[in-house]
């Protein structure tokens, strides 16, 4: 028997950010902005630290907070909500984690195990990654995050040279869970697959650097989740990250009024993909996996896949057949999604024990297409991150006839995409979602928000 201590999270929006104060990015970060030419905003500086005191003197317990979106996770019981509620410069309260007991989770890999020890010839070949291996691409000087639930034993396996590549690790969740503990063999297996060496195994991108985040919780399933992947991503930003890789995905939840219609498959309704939009922007490469619902009754993409401007992954195997199990786009508002694909049926990976397997899922081909673009961006270390996504997607096999379907433009060709000529001027064609047009107006004894032309009350649900 489990015993699950649920908490009631919400997600408290701000009004402003009244303080003057610094940039909240690190020298790597911000000379990364100065060489792609990508200026600071509203967005990079921090959330206000007074606003944050007044919450904790209500009493409210802050998880993490967003500059991005200005506002702070936190914990509060009915009495905390109440004054939170009177607080001048709160625009919007969401309720992103209740007491639901957790039911049946969406698989995250359809996890295939076979005796004899794989090698990862074939992947990567279907990639031609291995080119660009020979002429000495592998990620150097590209700095990656992998965000997933956890990466068991990762830090006692030898085949990840972890005191040479491993930055750092850091935790969005409020699990009390071991970050390397043992609930966490999905993000060991999708790391290895970028990583990972041994006599028999290979990784796509095996001298990139890299940190290694938590935002997947193992007690639930809750739009609290969505918020710590942007905790994740920002932090991913900050820190000059140049490739975010996360093999996660959302769609429905322990509670469902929070089910989400397919219709916000759009990149622009929650705050996970709007995110990962913004770090595109912030000149990231996010890679994120299409999910793996395509033969079941969900059959679409999740989210953060249908963010604008990242790469979403769906699976083939090694012959280029898709994976039945490969979620379908477009998007809700027509872009083709995913864009490309990789080996995610029968992948080549390692286990947390140490020993080589395949398994199914497209968690397992995000990475590869994360280590492809690592091994490209070290050999064009002046490009900039749409141009690396240019590249990668122009190099497809079916770039001149695309599929909405589960194949979009296709399998990349490292090799090609290294040696083709871009057109000149690729900028990134991402949409800002900054929430600066909030104002608060009140009607008889009601405070409401205006927020982009519609009306909302205080605990953030539209009214008009």
Not at 47 to 57: C, G
Not at 106 to 113: G, S
Request: with cysteine; glycine share 8%.
């Amino acid at each position: 028997m489990f015993l699950f201590l649920i908490l009631h999270i919400y997600f408290v929006s701000f009004l402003d950010k009244p303080e003057k104060s610094a940039p909240a990015l690190s020298e790597r970060a911000m000379e990364q902005r100065a060489k792609w030419d990508i200026p600071t905003d509203q967005m990079d500086y921090p959330v206000s630290p007074m606003y944050r005191n007044e919450l904790t003197k209500a009493g409210a317990k802050i998880y993490h907070w967003s500059r991005w979106f200005n506002g702070v996770t936190c914990e509060m019981d009915d009495e905390t909500l109440e004054k939170v509620k009177g607080l001048k410069f709160v625009t919007g309260i969401e309720l992103t984690r209740d007491d639901t007991k957790p039911g049946e989770m969406p698989h995250r890999a359809l996890p295939i195990v076979k005796q004899e020890p794989p090698v990862t010839q074939d992947q990567l070949a279907l990639l031609n990654l291995w080119d660009l291996h020979d002429a000495g691409f592998e990620g150097q000087g590209i700095l990656m995050a992998f965000c997933d639930g956890g990466f068991q034993n990762a830090q006692e396996m030898t085949c990840f040279r972890q005191k040479e590549l491993e930055l750092g690790h850091f935790d969005f969740t409020d699990d009390e869970d071991d970050f390397y503990g043992e609930t966490g063999a999905h993000g060991t297996e999708c790391l290895s697959t970028v990583s990972a060496i041994t006599d028999e195994y290979y990784g796509a991108a095996t001298k990139a650097q890299y940190y290694l985040m938590r935002s997947e919780e193992h007690v639930t399933e809750s739009p609290k989740e969505m918020d710590n992947l942007v905790a994740a991503l920002e932090k991913a930003d900050s820190l000059g990250v140049n490739i975010f890789s996360v093999s996660l995905g959302y769609y429905y939840f322990n509670n469902s009024e929070w089910d989400l219609p397919k219709s916000a498959l759009d990149g622009r309704t929650t705050r996970a993909s709007r995110a990962a939009t913004i770090a595109a922007r912030k000149g990231m490469l996010v890679c994120a996996a299409a999910g793996n619902e395509g033969n079941k009754e969900w059959q679409s993409i999740c989210v953060p896949a249908d963010a604008d401007s990242i790469l979403t992954v769906g699976a083939v195997n090694t012959e280029g057949a898709l994976g039945a199990f490969s979620s379908y786009g477009p998007s809700a508002d027509g872009r083709i999604k995913p864009e490309v694909c990789a080996v995610g049926v029968s992948t080549s990976l390692m286990s947390p024990y140490g020993f080589a397997m395949f398994a199914n899922g497209t968690s397992f081909a995000a990475p590869q297409i994360a280590g492809l673009a690592a091994c490209l961006w070290s050999a064009l270390p002046d490009e900039n991150a749409m141009q690396i996504r240019e590249r990668i997607i122009r190099s497809t096999d079916r770039y001149d006839e695309p599929e909405l379907g589960q194949y979009g433009y296709g399998i990349p060709d490292a090799w090609k995409a290294y040696t083709m000529k871009l057109p000149m001027g690729i900028e990134p064609s991402v949409v800002s979602h900054q929430d600066s047009d909030v104002r608060k107006i009140v009607r008889g004894d009601q405070i409401l928000i205006i927020r982009h032309g519609h009306i909302y009350n205080l605990a953030g649900q539209r009214v008009e």
